[in-house]
C-alpha cells in the first residue's frame, strides 16, 4: 500500500528552537493538507497545498509556522522559533483531486510527535 | 459554520458486542461529504468511508455499518461483533466548502470516540 511518509516521529527540543517537519506525500497526490492534533483542540487544518502551491494557510499561526513544497515529494512545516504550545501530533495528508472526486479521500501519515520544553 | 458532534468521548464494551458511534453534523451546504477514520494506537488515521449527502443508502462492510439519516443530519457507525482490534479513536467528519484560492473541500473533523473492546 502506499504510504505518506512523515519524519521525524518523535521530536523533544526546547523553546526557541527551530523545528522542520518533513512530509513526503503519496506519488500522484496533487494535494497535501497539514493537520495539527491537540487534546484541547482536536484536529486543526495548518495548511493546504494544490499542486504544490500553498493555497490556505488561514489555521496557521503566521508569525511562527511556515509552510513549503519545494518540489512534489516533499512538503515542509517549519515552526521558529517554537514554543511550549506547539506540543501536539502534526499530520500531513496526501490525497489525489480529480475533476469528478468532490472532497477527496486523503490517506494520513503516520504524525510527527513534537513536544517543546 | 460547520460542525461535527460525537458526543461519546468513550465507549467500553466487550469483545463481541454491538457498538454504534454517533456522529451529528452541522452544515448549510446541499453537497457535503462525511467521513469516518479510525486511529488506532499506533496514531495513524485510516481512512474508513466516504459518504456523498445526496446518497443515503446505508452501508455495510463486512462487521461494519453506516446509517445516514439526512432528516436528523447523523452519520452513524456500528460495529458488530467487536474485537479487541477495533479498539482505536474514531472520527467523524464533514467537508466544508471552501471558496477562496481555487475552491477546494476541507476536512472538519468531531472529538473523536475512544472505544475500548475487552477480551
Known amino acids: 500500500d502506499a504510504r505518506v511518509t512523515q519524519t521525524p516521529r518523535h521530536k523533544v527540543t526546547e523553546m526557541g528552537q527551530e523545528v522542520t517537519m518533513r512530509c513526503q506525500p503519496i506519488l500522484g497526490h496533487n494535494t497535501v493538507f497539514w493537520y495539527r492534533q491537540t487534546m484541547m483542540q482536536g484536529l486543526e487544518l495548518l495548511a493546504y497545498?494544490?499542486?504544490?502551491?500553498?493555497?490556505?494557510d488561514s489555521g496557521m499561526p503566521k508569525d511562527r509556522f511556515s509552510a513549503e513544497m519545494p518540489d512534489a515529494t516533499l512538503a515542509t512545516l517549519k515552526i521558529q522559533p517554537s514554543e511550549p504550545r506547539d506540543s501536539a501530533v502534526y499530520f500531513c495528508?496526501?490525497?489525489?483531486?480529480?475533476?469528478?472526486?468532490?472532497?477527496?479521500?486523503?490517506?494520513f501519515g503516520a504524525g510527527s510527535r513534537l513536544t517543546v520544553l | 459554520a460547520q460542525k461535527v458532534t460525537q458526543a461519546q468521548t468513550e465507549i467500553s464494551v466487550v469483545e463481541k458486542e454491538d457498538v454504534t458511534l454517533d456522529c451529528v453534523y452541522e452544515?448549510?451546504?446541499?453537497?457535503?461529504?462525511l467521513f469516518w477514520y479510525k486511529q488506532p494506537p499506533s496514531g495513524e488515521l485510516v481512512f474508513l468511508i466516504r459518504?456523498?449527502?445526496?446518497?443515503?443508502q446505508n452501508e455495510i462492510s463486512g462487521r461494519y455499518s453506516w446509517n445516514f439519516q439526512k432528516s436528523t443530519s447523523s452519520f452513524n457507525f456500528t460495529i458488530t461483533a467487536s474485537q479487541v482490534v477495533d479498539s482505536a479513536v474514531y472520527f467523524c467528519a464533514l467537508s466544508e466548502r471552501v471558496w477562496f484560492s481555487g475552491g477546494y473541500n476541507k476536512l472538519i473533523f468531531g472529538a473523536g470516540t475512544r472505544l475500548a473492546v475487552h477480551p
Open positions: 497545498f494544490r499542486n504544490r502551491a500553498p493555497l490556505d
Open positions: 459518504r456523498n449527502s445526496f446518497d443515503e
Open positions: 495528508a496526501s490525497g489525489l483531486l480529480t475533476e469528478t472526486s468532490g472532497a477527496n479521500v486523503l490517506t
Open positions: 452544515t448549510r451546504d446541499t453537497t457535503y461529504y
